[in-house]
C-alpha cells in the first residue's frame, strides 16, 4: 500500500528525509553525497531565508519502506518580486516507479493548492542561492560539480508524466584551461581597463573582512540583477551566511573584483569542485571527512565558477573579459586544468555569449519545470 506521510521538521524527520537518497543512489558511481551537515542545518531553518515561507517535507511509503520524498513551499519574498502566486517543489527523489512519483506530487501539488498558489515551479534549490537548479536533462555521462544537481533520466520522464512542461533550461559550460585564449583577452583586458577606468583584483580570502567583502559582493548583485532573472537578490546577511560555509572550502585567488576607484563594479567567484572528495567521504566531514578534505585539496583539477555580475553601467566594456582572464591566470598557477561555469539561464544571451567566446563548450542542461494548478488538487497522470 503506497501512502503519504508529512516529515516532522525535526533532526530525527529531515534525517530519514535525506538518508533516502543514500538507499536510491548506493548503487550509482556518479552520483555524490551532498554536504550533510550543512544540507541538514539548512532544511532545519538555520540561515535559510527561503523556509522562512510556508513549506513541508513529504515522505512516500511503500508499507514500511520509503520510497519518494519532495519539498513542497512558497517563496514568498519572489512572489512578492514577480507578483505571482507560484509554490516550488525541491529535493524530489524517487525509486523507479511512477506511482511513487505520484504519490509524493499528489501532496505537494495539494498542499501548494490550498496555500492558494496558482504555478509549481521546480525543482529548486532548497535555499537562496542559485547553485543548483532543476533536474539534470543531458549529460548523465559523469559526476556533477560540487552543488550541482544530479538525477537519472526516469526523473524527466515522470514528472512530464504527471503533466509538468518545461520552464527554463540552465546551462553548464567546461573549459579546458590550456584551450583558453589568454593572449587575446590578455590585450583587451588592458586596453579596456586603460580606457574605461577600472581594475581588477584578487582577493585574498585570508586577510579580507568577510563582513566588507559580502557587502561588496551584495552591492554589484544588487546594482546588475536582471529584472527577469527568476531569484531574489541576496542581502548582504544572506552573502554573510553563505560565505562562512564557502570561504572555508576556497582559496585566495578564486575570487576576483573589478573596481573603479573604490567602488566594485564586478565580481567573479569561484570554488574548487571537491566533489570527488565528498563522494570518498560520503559527504560527511567528522569524524574523518576533514582530513579527507585537507590532504586532498591538491588532487582537485577543477574550480567551478558560479557567479559573474558586471554593474550596469560598466556591461559592454570588457570587464567580464578582465575578470576572466585573472581568475584564468590564478586557477593556472594553482595547479587547476579546467573550469567549469554553471549555471546559466538560457534567457541570459549576454553570459552565454561571453563563454562561448572564452571557447568553452556546453556539455550539460538542467531543466526547471511548471505546472499550472486548476481546481483540483490532484494532478492527472497523462
Known amino acids: 500500500m503506497i501512502y503519504v506521510k508529512e516529515v516532522p521538521k525535526t533532526q530525527k524527520g529531515i534525517r530519514e528525509f535525506l538518508d533516502l537518497s543514500y538507499r536510491l543512489y548506493r548503487k550509482d558511481h556518479n552520483w555524490v553525497p551532498p554536504l550533510y551537515g550543512t544540507v ?9 531565508p527561503l523556509l522562512c515561507g510556508e513549506h513541508q517535507f513529504f515522505m512516500a511509503y511503500d508499507g514500511e519502506k520509503s520510497v519518494a520524498r519532495v519539498l513542497a513551499g512558497v517563496d514568498t519574498r519572489l512572489n512578492e518580486r514577480l507578483g505571482e502566486k ?11 516507479n511512477l506511482e511513487y512519483a505520484r504519490a509524493v506530487l499528489d501532496a505537494a501539488v495539494e498542499y501548494l493548492h490550498g496555500l492558494g498558489m ?3 515551479v521546480g525543482p529548486n534549490t532548497p535555499g537562496f542561492n542559485d547553485f543548483g537548479k532543476g533536474l539534470l536533462q543531458e549529460g548523465f555521462d559523469g559526476r556533477p560539480v560540487l552543488f550541482n544537481p544530479y538525477n537519472p533520466p526516469f526523473y524527466n520522464d515522470f514528472l512530464t508524466a504527471y503533466g509538468f512542461v518545461k520552464h527554463r533550461d540552465h546551462f553548464a559550460y567546461w573549459l579546458d584551461l590550456k584551450d583558453f585564449p589568454v593572449d587575446e ?10 580606457r574605461f577606468g577600472f581594475r581588477v583584483e584578487s582577493i585574498d580570502i585570508h586577510k579580507v573582512r568577510h563582513d566588507q567583502l559580502a557587502a561588496q559582493i551584495a552591492q554589484v548583485v544588487s546594482e546588475a540583477f536582471p529584472p527577469n532573472w527568476e531569484l531574489v537578490p541576496p542581502t548582504v546577511q544572506d552573502i554573510v551566511d553563505e560565505m562562512k560555509s564557502l570561504l572555508s572550502f576556497s582559496e585566495s585567488g578564486l575570487i576576483v573584483m573589478a573596481f573603479a576607484q573604490d567602488r566594485p563594479v564586478g565580481v567573479l567567484v569561484t570554488f574548487p569542485d571537491y566533489n570527488p572528495l565528498l563522494k570518498t567521504n560520503k559527504g ?3 569524524p574523518f571527512g576533514w582530513f579527507t578534505m585537507l590532504f586532498g585539496r591538491k588532487t582537485v583539477r577543477t574550480v567551478r ?6 554593474s550596469p553601467d560598466f556591461q559592454n566594456k570588457a ?3 578582465a575578470l576572466a582572464n585573472v581568475a584564468y591566470e590564478n586557477a593556472r598557477k594553482l595547479g587547476y586544468q579546467a573550469i567549469e561555469a554553471s549555471t546559466i539561464d538560457e534567457t541570459n544571451l549576454p553570459s ?3 563563454t562561448q567566446r572564452l571557447r568553452a563548450r556546453r556539455y550539460r542542461v538542467y531543466r526547471t519545470y511548471e505546472k499550472e494548478l486548476g481546481p483540483c488538487q490532484t494532478g492527472e497522470v497523462n
Open 40 to 48: 541538514l542545518r539548512s532544511l532545519l531553518g538555520e540561515h535559510n
Open 86 to 96: 507560484r509554490g516550488y517543489i525541491s529535493l524530489f527523489e524517487t525509486e523507479e
Open 118 to 120: 496558482e504555478k509549481v
Open 185 to 194: 583577452t590578455q590585450r583587451l583586458s588592458e586596453m579596456a581597463q586603460k
Open 284 to 286: 560527511r566531514l567528522f
Open 305 to 310: 565558477c558560479v557567479m559573474l555580475f558586471v
Open 319 to 321: 570587464v567580464t573579459v
Open 352 to 354: 552565454i555569449l561571453t
